[in-house]
T-cell receptor, first 114, second 114 residues
């Protein structure tokens, strides 16, 4: 079974600084998708970024980028120029290429300090 | 606004009771996913329906059941409720096809069992 681990329950960052959230996963599949979701205090889940495992290039969305290390099964999220609105719970998720199963990590709560 | 709607927003009930949660997917999405988010277990995938048929099953209890109707809305039925069922229940929808790799989450229904 696939598992997703987020080893940092809480993180904090100074406004305008950079923070990296860690995620590791376990799988025997070669093709799959990885996601980072943001859950702000409003509780709605928002897709931040996704990565296809067959792509070597790391995904980037504005201030958000990932460091995807397939061999190490690591998928970290880097937030640059942190803003107060980035404060939220962040979930890492795994989805198999052919199946419709999603596996989520337990989340990392990010605090942005003004 | 993801386009996914869930009702009710809040639900308070007693142990042993039965409740129904409702979800309307985004226009055009054929897949509906149900998740449970509790403080001690994080985000847990429960079940997925695709175009009216059960597609994937996760950590769903036997006391829980779901269905997707011809108009594609879905209902999650929770019966013989226990205190531990208190959680936030998310519905998400995804685009049609086998390789939809994105889920759009609704705002959630907060269930409190007293």
């Amino acid at each position: 079974a696939q598992t997703v681990t987020q080893s940092q329950p809480e993180m904090s960052v100074q406004e305008a600084e950079t923070v990296t959230l860690s995620c590791t996963y376990d799988t025997s599949e070669s093709d799959y998708y990885l996601f980072w979701y943001k859950q702000p205090p409003s509780r709605q889940m928002i897709l931040v970024i996704r990565q296809e495992a067959y792509k070597q290039q790391n995904a980037t969305e504005n201030r958000f980028s990932v460091n995807f290390q397939k061999a190490a099964k690591s998928f970290s999220l880097k937030i640059s120029d942190s803003q107060l609105g980035d404060a939220a719970m962040y979930f890492c998720a795994y989805r198999s290429y052919t199946g419709n199963q999603f596996y989520f990590g337990t989340g990392t709560s990010l605090t942005v300090i003004p | 606004d993801s386009g996914v709607t869930q009702t009710p927003k809040h639900l308070i009930t007693a142990t042993g009771q039965r409740v129904t949660l409702r979800c309307s997917p985004r226009s055009g999405d054929l897949s509906v996913y149900w998740y449970q988010q509790s403080l001690d277990q994080g985000l847990q995938f429960l079940i997925q329906y695709y175009n009216g048929e059960e597609r994937a099953k996760g950590n769903i209890l036997e006391r829980f059941s779901a269905q997707q109707f011809p108009d594609l809305h879905s209902e999650l039925n929770l019966s013989s409720l226990e205190l531990g069922d208190s959680a936030l229940y998310f519905c998400a929808s995804g685009p049609s096809g086998s390789f939809d790799n994105e889920q759009f989450f609704g705002p959630g229904t907060r269930l409190t069992v007293l």
